[in-house]
């Protein structure tokens, strides 16, 4: 990490720098700023020819399903509620689509890149 | 008095109420989970005791974990902080029955107050005004969504044993009521371990305000003014001021009456808060206070409160406990000038505020005048996902309102950390709206206009930060840097020269 004093037409700034070159951390004036290499990206919604797949943001509980497989939904419909850190988040559909499956259960604890729902 | 304390808790607060310890020369027992080996208050504290592995229903919220650690550790007293256990009334009555001191009210008013459906009754009866609303005796979805219809829409349908929002929803038509009332109970039943819900009206544009109260076992009860807390998402505080901008002196002091008649009529002991809803929809001089709960614990941002007044509350605390009268009483006690909390999250409000969790890569607390920081965390520290995600809380404190929100600013934009995204952008752009400005926020103002506020403008990297980013990627990869790879602790390179020969000597 670094807090470099950059200087702009005589003007002092501060700026306060961490982390590795392919995810770059900076403080500016109560902002922050991150640049990541392309593929460190998240994506917690990924598109596998045509069809989404739904994970969870975060390591979470899953608290209730609320689909089955072969349920038609609609765009913004809970799918799956997850609890992280006493919150319930939910996860909705991103478009109208069918369930396709289902590959998490209630109570079970999950991770970020863990494919709770597969939609079509 | 309290010879051994300890604290039944982690991150700000254990350190804020080791700190007391340390002031008053009582010895601080910390408590762990596996998550927490090298937190701040283990480290802080005169002894620290392990009590299980990271969920906290193993750990922070296991009753016999902690009581045997307190007997183990020869603690003669146990300060319960905020959250957690701090409001079991089980615990409370665990701990009588252990011999130890609990630093807070007796068990019999926390299960009293604990039941927001029996606080409403005992404070209707004591003749302090409550919101409308009912409880269902039948706790069926449909017997509820029957007492949301008749209770009329907007509703909101709350848990018997909640606080903070949790296990409360809103609802808005008669479409959502299912929906909420089952998320609701699952939220209490998860949290609390009890399901019971009720229902009450959904006051329009409502203020937060609350009215701290203190009592001892000598029959003195007293108040330390208000605290607006009406920057809320989700029923979680964001901001929390003192005094509040819409209470008159005449307000005042018919909400402190209140408040203290609140305390008398439940057989308060230690300190409290007696929160209210305000609805000032009427204008100036027709302002109506409903009851809304009672905290039976130190608040969060009891801060705000002792930067006013002057006044320690963690100490009166322990004194109390210990069986002490109150260290000051009403004439002497006073409400000067005016001071400001923001409780930085680490959570990303671009992204739904999504909990982060991660490595503090850097964390600096400003330093200037008027300003506290009361953190739980440090550089190279781990945020995990296991608990709140409550980093730090920082109060600026100034002769008026308008000075206090512009101190409170120029620390945030001094406060950098880096490994996890906070709320600080998102905070001041709540502290730049006009309408806070002009003091004229309700407790709704975040749903309405927190969504835009959550977003970072799009724009350009400004050119310092980028030619900043550009130097620190040079300095890593050049074979005279110290940093090959991932940085892992604190202090490996800085560019200020006063650092510079701090590494030189050592």
Not at chain 2, 159 to 180: F, N, V, W, Y
Request: aromatic share 6%; proline share 6%.
């Amino acid at each position: 990490m670094a807090i470099l004093k950059i200087e702009r037409d005589g003007r002092q700034f501060t700026v306060y720098v961490a982390g590795s070159a392919d995810d770059t951390w900076a403080f500016f004036d109560g902002q922050v700023y991150r640049q990541r290499a392309p593929d460190e990206a998240p994506t917690h919604r990924r598109s596998k020819g045509g069809r989404h797949v739904l994970t969870s943001p975060m390591p979470a509980t899953v608290v209730k399903i609320a689909v089955a497989p072969g349920q038609a939904v609609r765009r913004g419909d809970t799918l799956v509620v997850v609890e992280a850190m006493k919150m319930e988040l939910p996860i909705r559909a991103p478009a109208d689509a069918t369930v396709k499956a289902i590959n998490c259960r209630e109570g079970e604890l999950v991770q970020p890149d863990r494919e709770l729902v597969e939609l079509e | 008095m309290i010879r051994r304390l300890l604290i039944a808790n982690r991150g700000e607060i254990a350190l804020r109420v080791i700190r007391a310890c340390r002031e008053m020369g009582i010895e601080s027992v910390a408590i762990y989970s596996d998550a927490d080996r090298r937190s701040p208050h283990v480290g802080a504290a005169d002894r620290s005791v392990h009590i299980g592995p990271a969920p906290a229903t193993d750990s922070y919220l296991s009753i016999s974990r902690i009581v045997d650690a307190a007997a183990a550790s020869g603690a003669d007293a146990i300060h319960p902080g905020y959250g957690f256990l701090s409001e079991n009334a089980a615990f409370a009555a665990a701990c009588e029955r252990a011999g130890i001191v609990f630093v807070g009210p007796p068990s019999a008013v926390i299960a009293q107050m604990g039941s927001k459906v029996a606080a409403r009754k005992l404070m209707q009866n004591a003749g302090v005004p409550v919101v409308p609303g009912d409880t269902p005796y039948d706790q069926t979805d449909e017997s509820i969504a029957a007492v949301v219809a008749r209770v009329g829409f907007p509703a909101l349908v709350k848990a018997s044993a909640g606080g903070g929002g949790k296990g409360m929803k809103r609802i808005e038509d008669p479409s959502q009521s299912l929906e909420a009332i089952q998320s609701a109970r699952r939220e209490a039943q998860a949290a609390f371990g009890d399901g019971t819900l009720y229902v009450e009206c959904a006051i329009d544009k409502p203020r937060h305000v609350e009215v701290q109260v203190f009592a001892d076992n000598h029959d003195h009860v007293v108040h330390l003014f208000e605290r607006e807390c009406s920057v809320q998402r989700r029923h979680q505080k964001v901001i929390e001021e003192s005094p509040s901008c819409v209470v008159t002196p005449r307000l005042r002091s018919r909400m402190t009456d209140a408040a203290v008649q609140a305390a008398r009529a439940c057989g308060y002991r230690n300190a409290g808060t007696v929160e209210f809803l305000v609805d000032v929809s009427g204008g100036r001089g027709t302002e109506r206070f409903y009851f809304l709960e009672m905290n039976t614990r130190l608040q969060v941002e009891h801060p705000v409160t002792e930067q006013v007044t002057g006044l320690d509350m963690v100490r009166a605390q322990l004194l109390v406990a210990s069986g002490e009268p109150l260290p000051w009483l009403s004439p002497s006690i006073t409400q000067r000038g005016h001071a400001i909390e923001a409780r930085i999250y680490a959570e990303d409000p671009s992204h739904g505020f999504l909990p982060q969790a991660g490595r503090l890569l850097l964390y600096r607390g400003p330093r200037m005048p008027g300003v506290r920081i009361d953190a739980g965390v440090e550089e190279g520290g781990e945020v995990s996902v296991h608990y709140d995600p409550l980093l730090a809380k920082v109060i600026a404190t100034a002769t008026t309102r308008d000075e206090a929100i512009a101190r409170l600013s120029c620390a945030l934009r001094e406060f950098p950390i880096l490994g996890v995204r906070t709320n600080i952008p998102f905070v001041l752009r709540i502290l730049d709206h006009p309408k806070f400005r002009a003091g004229d926020v309700d407790t709704r103002f975040l749903d309405t206009e927190g969504a835009s506020l959550a977003q970072d403008p799009d724009g350009e990297i400004p050119d310092v930060v980028r030619e900043a980013i550009a130097v620190h990627r040079d300095s890593l990869e050049s074979p005279s840097g110290s940093l090959n790879g991932e940085p892992q602790t604190a202090n490996r390179e800085f560019r200020d020269p006063w650092d510079h020969l701090r590494s030189w000597r050592s």
